[in-house]
């Protein structure tokens, strides 16, 4: 067995009213259902799945990251490092299979202070840092 817990901590919230809610997650259910969806389908005579044969949006943009199958973490740690040295305003298309991405990426960008200009899992478009664009 993975884990010998059922539930663990994942975040606490707060909201500008003063309450505050604990997350948690159901460890066991969220395994099943991460390999449930990494599962090729390919693999099983299934068919292809959506992501694999998505056409590259019509979004214009400076650069390209394909993250391929890496978790999302590992995908906005090597996001990080490859955009560091970017100017403001830079538009770059971050491409991510990762099922948790559509959670995940808009959190970083929110974090980052980028923006989150367009996104079409497991598509998603990054202006860098626009508020610091001069004019």
């Not at 993975?2 to 159901?26: A, Q």
């Not at 890496?70 to 100017?87: A, F, M, P, S």
Request: glycine residues 6%; hydrophobic residues 35%; contains cysteine.
């Amino acid at each position: 067995m993975l884990c010998d817990f059922k539930y663990t901590f994942l975040t606490e919230l707060h909201s500008k009213n003063g309450w505050k809610r604990k997350v948690y997650i159901n460890v066991r259910e969220h395994i099943s259902m991460t390999r449930a969806a990494n599962s090729s389908p390919l693999s099983a005579g299934g068919a292809t799945p959506a992501s694999a044969t998505a056409k590259t949006p019509d979004w214009s943009f400076d650069d390209e990251f394909d993250g391929g199958d890496e978790t999302c973490g590992r995908v906005i740690v090597n996001l990080h490092l490859y955009i560091r040295d970017q100017k403001p305003g830079f538009r770059i298309l971050v491409i991510s299979r990762d099922p948790g991405a559509p959670m995940e990426l808009p959190a970083w960008c929110r974090m980052t202070k980028n923006e989150l200009t367009e996104m079409h899992h497991p598509y998603y478009l990054i202006t860098l840092k626009p508020h610091l664009v001069r004019t």
